[in-house]
């Protein structure tokens, strides 16, 4: 927090605040915003006032408000994403679009590795992109990289594993296994893919479980470098383990005075029995600070669209696949609805396709009108699929939406051409729908799924154009400005934190992106070339890394 | 680095490793406390299912946040840090166990999870059981919200066992076994209660699978049933006549009969089209008839044997 009260001097402050859409000056004090005006309005403050941001614009701190720490994680392992992504560090890397540049990039990467044990990590594979389907990274191509060191590939969907000859010989996989989603060649060879629960159990612990989600003090660190990144000033962990190592990194972060990032998380409500989940809630939540907010669970009701296990109504996929997967038996999510709901706890529930929309809306139904509650604010995370007909149930119900326009942009085109068809994809991530049933918008990364990164999300909102330059769905784009409210004051909103964050007004945190250009101002197709200094955290600056 | 899995392994040596599935109320968590209250051997069993540790107090020795440890020297832990991590602990100390069972999620398919066992040469795999709920089995069987998953649970079996026998009827037995048996060649037990012994359910040959052509129908388009019940009479005749006009919508049919015209009961059977009626025994049954017809749109399935 600033100690000294303050007035920072911008070349425009937008608030996002409808009764003073704009100014040029904003009073700090106490971390807080005292008060915003013009020049002429700063005369009745006898303040200092700093010039540093005179030629910069001000918004309101970005909120992520579905995100995972695991993002910060995932820059300890080699990328291999087919699109350039900007590490923590600001070095850019590259998108890898061919079997040669990966092999050099695991080499570059292998060399820095000291301990001939140590495995070799890379992530975010993403080869549906590639040109050459005949070059890719199996066992072979990895073992170009190394022949002795375990080598693991995560692919970008998450579901799959690649893996050199040494892994596969460290996890006993071998040829003699008939063992489901262990892939082979035409002549019958194991490929190094693996594609099912048991070998990648196997791989996995060979390699001392990376990736699984668990959280230390590096990972925050990290998570809090991306966000300042991209202005983000309040990022959320949907996901969240509330256990004690856990807890004692978010606890130890949280209270360093000038840590750049707030973190908001909802528990994962998975793995934990009810009364477990309630207790673990009411513990954490003793921890609570300026930087801290902890109360809410994550539900997750099916799986994803591009990875064909969300649930889906007639007429199911467009390639004909069978329905996906639910993550949990429908009666359980029922119960586990009931009971958190039951209890006052605010949920976030992860439904992609319509017809786990469905189940949730009819679970919902029963479940307030049993107990109703005012101002739940329960929130449907990623609703990728809503109809009409379901966003007026989730404006009747009260409820949020967090949408994933990301996708958009992403995997468009391939949900298009396999999931969803013409027709279909017209509607994913209907913003517009939400706004105009008045049902309380949220936008999302979902990082590390996609980057993390509020100006691209409002851009994947704004204009719906895919990887091919394609737009997919014109209807459902929504303006600039309704986009920056959602990743600002409608995430907020969405975290129950519209209160203390999410616009510039008197009384909540000093809190800002801080922008090159006015996104208001500029082509709306340029919003996500808006080059972004860094932000402004309880009135204390922190700069972006440098981008490299 | 140390890694465990470098420890060559005697296979002789190798744990059993168990898995027990089904649907949700099919009664795993009693047929674990049965096993856990008459065991002689160490087990460890591991839930794979949010919460669900309801282990019989009276085994309790101690409690520790996600682990019980057992009198009889078991244990028993819930994968609260996850799949992966959970049984990875227990594999780092498999060497105090005899037995390993996993209690897989209500919505799990058992065969993945057999496979880590197939794989892991320090455990040999020794089956999947899985529980059917014998009361309400047909019902989440229809229900598309889960019809798939029970059907590739009941496809994933090595042995069935249907549990809370007593709450349905001979005939609907009869049903109900006639109904499996279309998609699973598992060996099937009924009891209550979750009793079956261990030597019984813990060691079971490994099922040979064959892709079962009903089941991708299911998975991938969706399958409907229709049991046809009366106490009408019929003629064999009549039977015959109706059985041949049945349409392509109608994939399996199997159930029992008894004719004005013919002594005795007779068992049905339709598959691939053909239609075959074979003795079954001398008694007669309580209804005329009992059919079970598996179809592809649940609207051009009869109701009843009428022409
Ligand atoms: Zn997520």
């Known amino acids: 927090m600033s100690k000294t009260a303050k007035i920072f001097a911008a070349r425009k402050i937008l608030t996002l605040n409808p009764d003073y859409p704009e100014a040029t000056h904003v009073v700090i004090k106490e971390g807080k915003i005292l008060a915003l005006g013009s020049e002429q309005d700063m005369q009745s403050w006898d303040l200092p006032i700093d010039h540093q941001f005179s030629d910069k614009v001000l918004m309101p701190g970005f909120v992520e408000a579905h995100g995972h720490a695991m993002c910060g994680e995932t820059w300890r392992y080699t990328y291999l994403g087919y699109d350039q992504q900007f590490d923590p560090e600001g070095k850019c890397w590259p998108g890898i679009i061919n079997q040669q540049q990966a092999i050099e990039r695991l080499k570059a990467a292998e060399l820095l590795l000291t301990d001939p044990q140590t495995p070799l990590i890379a992530w975010q594979y993403d080869p549906i992109f590639w040109q050459d389907q005949q070059k890719l990274l199996d066992r072979w191509a990895l073992d170009q990289v190394s022949a002795t060191r375990p080598i693991l590939v995560m692919h970008a969907s998450g579901h799959i594993i690649n893996v050199n000859s040494a892994l596969l010989g460290l996890a006993n996989l071998n040829e003699t296994l008939d063992i489901e989603g262990l892939m082979r060649n035409t002549q019958s060879q194991l490929t190094g893919e693996l594609r099912d629960l048991a070998s990648q159990f196997a791989v996995l612990r060979a390699t001392g479980n990376p990736l699984c989600g668990e959280v230390d003090l590096g990972i925050l660190e990290q998570y809090a470098k991306l966000a300042t990144n991209v202005g983000v000033t309040t990022a959320s962990e949907l996901y969240a383990s509330l256990d004690d190592d856990s807890m004692s990194s978010y606890k130890t972060v949280s209270n360093q005075d000038d840590f750049p990032l707030r973190f908001y998380t909802a528990q994962n409500a998975e793995t934990l029995s009810i009364e477990q989940g309630l207790a673990r809630l009411q513990d954490a939540q003793q921890h609570c600070n300026d930087k801290l907010y902890i109360g809410s669970c994550k539900l997750i009701v099916d799986g994803s669209i591009q990875s064909f296990t969300a649930r889906l109504e007639w007429p199911g996929y467009h390639n004909g696949v069978a329905n996906g997967a639910w993550k949990q038996a429908p009666q359980t999510m029922r119960q586990m609805i009931h009971d958190y709901h039951k209890a006052g706890v605010q949920l976030h529930i992860h439904v992609n396709g319509d017809q786990a929309i469905e189940l949730v809306l009819d679970i919902l139904e029963d479940v307030l009108s049993q107990y109703p509650r005012a101002d739940h604010r329960h929130t449907l995370q990623h609703c990728q699929l809503a109809s009409e007909a379901q966003y007026k149930r989730i404006a009747k119900l009260g409820l949020c939406v967090n949408l994933f326009s990301n996708h958009l942009y992403y995997w468009a085109d391939q949900h298009k051409a396999l999931t969803m068809g013409t027709y279909r994809v017209q509607r994913m991530n209907a913003a517009a729908s939400a706004l105009k049933h008045k049902v309380p918008l949220a936008i999302h990364s979902d990082a590390p799924v996609t980057p993390l990164n509020p100006l691209f999300s409002a851009w994947c909102a704004v204009n719906r154009i895919s990887r091919s330059g394609v737009v997919h769905g014109q209807s459902q784009q929504i303006s600039v400005e309704q986009a920056l409210h959602a990743l600002t004051l409608g995430a907020a909103y969405t975290l129950k934190l519209d209160h203390l964050i999410g616009s510039i007004e008197v009384g909540k945190f000093a809190d800002f992106a801080v922008l090159d250009d006015d996104p208001l101002q500029v082509d709306k197709h340029a919003l996500k070339e808006i080059n972004v200094w860094g932000t402004i955290v309880s009135g204390v600056p922190h700069q972006s890394a440098c981008r490299n | ?307």
């Open chain 2, 1 to 307: 680095m140390s890694n465990p899995l470098q420890v060559t392994s005697n296979p002789e040596k190798a744990v059993p490793f168990t898995v027990i599935g089904g649907f949700l109320g099919a009664g795993k968590t009693s047929l674990i406390n049965h096993l856990l209250k008459t065991a002689s051997q160490r087990y460890a069993i591991l839930v794979n299912d949010f919460g669900a540790l309801n282990i019989d107090e009276k085994l309790i020795a101690e409690h520790n946040g996600d682990t019980i440890a057992l009198a009889n020297g078991c244990i028993c832990c819930s994968l609260a840090a996850g799949f992966s991590q959970g049984l990875g602990l227990l594999l780092d100390k498999i060497e105090q166990f005899d037995h390993v069972i996993i209690e897989a999620s209500g919505i799990a398919n058992p065969k993945r999870i057999q496979d880590i066992a197939r794989i892991e040469p320090r455990l040999k795999a020794c089956g999947n059981l899985v529980l059917v709920d014998a009361s309400a089995l047909m019902q989440h069987a229809q229900d598309p919200y889960t019809d798939q998953l029970i059907h590739q649970q009941i496809d994933a079996a090595d042995m069935l066992l249907i549990n809370k026998q007593s709450l349905i009827d001979c005939h609907a037995k009869h049903l109900l076994s006639d109904y499996l048996a279309q998609f699973s060649q598992a060996p099937q037990v009924f009891t209550d209660w979750g009793h079956a012994a261990p030597s019984q359910v813990l060691h079971l040959p490994l099922l040979n699978r064959t892709p079962n052509p009903l089941l991708e129908q299911l998975v991938n388009h969706g399958l409907s049933s229709k049991v046809l019940k009366s106490d009408e009479i019929i003629s064999s005749h009549k039977f015959d006549q109706w059985a041949s006009q049945l349409t392509g919508n109608i994939l399996r049919g199997k159930g029992l009969l008894t004719f004005s015209d013919r002594a005795g009961t007779w068992l049905w059977q339709l598959s691939a089209g053909q239609s075959t009626l074979r003795p079954f025994s001398d008694e007669t049954v309580e209804h005329s008839y009992a059919l079970i017809l598996i179809g592809k749109q649940k609207a051009l399935i009869p109701n009843t044997i009428e022409l």
